[in-house]
């Protein structure tokens, strides 16, 4: 039986002893939830209040994350549960900056394939330019 739990330096009583000893608010408190709870709660959010800022998104966890972790680690949490639903599950994107983040519900389609596109015309003009000055430069060298 585990007496504690979670990693140092943030150790917790375990859910056995507080059941024991009756304090199972203050685990649940310390221990916090699952990343799929915070998760659904950031979607709902985004689907329900359209654009939804950083801020509100903070203003709505904090208090719900585990006590025993910093404000900094849980800014932190927050933009790693972010940028999770935003790459790997592909549930909301960002339709601000990075700076004034706006986050909506939704795939981020337009924005990628555009990108590849941008990246790949530029390329074959600089590619194209670089053979036209090497085969003038070479042309000169004749003369």
């Given at each position: 039986?585990?007496?504690?739990?979670?990693?140092?330096?943030?150790?917790?009583?375990?859910?056995?002893?507080?059941?024991?000893?009756?304090?199972?608010?203050?685990?649940?408190?310390?221990?916090?939830?699952?990343?799929?709870?915070?998760?659904?709660?950031?979607?709902?959010?985004?689907?329900?209040?359209?654009?939804?800022?950083?801020?509100?998104?903070?203003?709505?966890?904090?208090?719900?994350?585990?006590?025993?972790?910093?404000?900094?680690?849980?800014?932190?949490?927050?933009?790693?549960?972010l940028y999770?639903?935003?790459?790997?599950?592909d549930c909301?994107?960002?339709?601000?900056?990075?700076?004034?983040?706006?986050?909506?519900?939704?795939?981020?389609?337009?924005?990628?394939?555009?990108?590849?596109?941008?990246?790949?015309?530029?390329?074959?003009?600089?590619?194209?330019?670089?053979?036209?000055?090497?085969?003038?430069?070479?042309?000169?060298?004749?003369?």
């Amino acid at each position: 039986m585990k007496a504690v739990e979670g990693r140092y330096p943030n150790v917790f009583i375990s859910s056995k002893i507080a059941a024991a000893i009756g304090d199972q608010a203050k685990h649940v408190k310390f221990g916090g939830f699952e990343n799929q709870y915070y998760r659904d709660m950031i979607v709902k959010l985004v689907s329900e209040h359209g654009p939804v800022s950083r801020e509100v998104i903070d203003e709505v966890l904090m208090n719900k994350l585990p006590e025993i972790i910093t404000e900094k680690q849980k800014k932190t949490k927050i933009h790693n549960l972010l940028y999770e639903l935003s790459t790997k599950s592909d549930c909301i994107h960002n339709i601000g900056s990075r700076r004034l983040p706006k986050w909506i519900l939704g795939k981020a389609e337009g924005a990628i394939k555009s990108n590849k596109k941008q990246k790949s015309s530029i390329g074959n003009r600089t590619k194209s330019i670089y053979i036209s000055t090497r085969y003038f430069f070479s042309f000169l060298c004749f003369f």
